[in-house]
Every structure is written in structure tokens, then in C-alpha cells.
């Protein structure tokens, strides 16, 4: 497995490849890996020649007051875990090399109606930072092909706007959820919990599955759903739920009973981790 710090070598070996005719995966995360991460890589490895994961912690996308400084940074163990997983290459680069002007350089933004809401509510500005890294890793990259997990659901959906309107030759693949053999979703802030709070955080998933099997048993209430569900959380000993809701697949704005495509997406608190969560019906 190559490691790569610099674009130039990294463009030079992606170029070498496409020359020989093989197809490029890319999987961009922000290190601190786990299974959730490699099950991205393993899907890579099934369609694409070569796959490549990118590891960079993206100050641009996160608030004041969040924890960009205390960001788990892992590359040994996660390097060695994307050996074990026979990655073909790791782009690691340094701050100065994706932003080589600094962050006050040229942003990609999508529109408002997608990255203003949910979680573009929650933490104003931080889907700018998003796209602005994911285009730049896009470029430096060049894949084929590039992988994201349904976890992040809204991510994927702003991403996928992004590339369908800026034309970007670029395939967007998204992966089902890993989990937790008690259905918790993997996550590298899942590593915040206490013991306690660990035993709590699977409930989530719980709830959200009774939310699907009303609205598949015909109940169209969804603000009465999202309420009880809300309700249930915080009786279950969550300390606090940001939101609840039932969103159309594509626009992410409510849902009506009639849309053929919805998702509930769920972000709910356990002392300061915030746990994300969603069902795509």
C-alpha cells in the first residue's frame, strides 16, 4: 500500500494507472477508522481497479466550538488497518497542502434549500466546508468512483447536488450503515461514550425503527410520530434530541405521505456526543 502526502505523486500514480486501464475508487474520510470505514473500501474494492482512501481532518467544516483540536488523529492504526484491508493507496496530506492559500480561498457552496436545514442548522457553514474539501479532494484525487456512507445521510445528499450540478465526471456510490450488533450505527465519536451511555445509544436505531413500521402500516401523522419518538428518547435517558424527522429522500424537505421516497433522520444527544442516525424507507 502507497502513502501519499503530496498531489503531484499522488496524480502522477493515478494517472499511471488510468493509463493502464484500471478504474479509480476513492474513499474520503477524516482517519480515526473503523469497521464502518472499511466496509466504504471493501465496496470500493468490488467495482473499482484501484482504490484510494484519503485521510484529512478538514478544519474548514468545523463550528468555533466544536472539536477540531481534540479530532482523534490515528494514522498509524488506521494505516494499518487499511493494509489489513489491501487499500492500494492512502492520500495523507497536510493542511497547507489542500489549502495552500489558507481558508479564506474560493468555497464551493451549495444552495441553501439543502445545506441551510437539519443538520446546515445545527452547525451554520459547516456544509461549505463539505464541499469545498470533497471538490478539492475530487480533483486532486480524480476518481472514477467515490464511496460515502449512508450514515451521514444529508452529507451524501448536498454531495451528490454538488457533482450533479458542478458536472463533475464522478460516480457517487452510497453504502448502507454499518452497525453495531445491537444496531447502534458505527461512528468514530461513539468512542466519547461512557459505559452508560453506550448501553443507551442503540435505542436510537430502536426508535427510529418503530417510526418505519407505523408509516409502513399507512399511519401519515409524521410531526405526531417524530413527537412520540422524541418523547421515548428522552424517557430512554437521552439527554437531548435535536431533531426527528421525516424528510423526502432527494430534497430532504418534509415529506408528504404521497412522496414515493422518504427518510427519517434522527440526531439525539448523549452528554456532549451527538449521535446521527436515519432509515431510509
Known sequence: MQVFEQVHALRKQV???KKSGHSVGFV???GNLHDGHLSLVKKAQQTCDKVIVSIFVNPMQFGPNEDFDSYPRTFEADQSKLAKVQADAVFYPTVDEVYPKGLGQTQVCV???????????ERPGHFDGVTTVVCKLFNMVQPN???????DYQQLAVIKTMVEDL???????AVPIARDEDGLALSSRNQYLSEEQRQVAPKLFTVLQDVAVAIGSGNGDFDALCQVATARLMS???????????????????AHESDGGKVIL???RLGKTRLLDNILL
Open 15 to 17: 494517472a499511471e494507472w
Open 266 to 268: 434522527a440526531v439525539a
Open 111 to 121: 444552495p441553501a434549500a439543502i445545506t441551510g436545514l437539519l443538520e446546515g442548522a
Open 145 to 151: 468512483t467515490a464511496f460515502f456512507g449512508q450514515k
Open 28 to 30: 474520503p474520510t477524516m
Open 167 to 173: 458536472s463533475m465526471p464522478i460516480e457517487i456510490v
Open 236 to 254: 430512554e435517558g437521552f439527554d437531548g434530541v435535536d431533531y426527528i424527522k421525516v424528510c423526502h429522500a432527494d430534497t430532504l424537505l418534509p
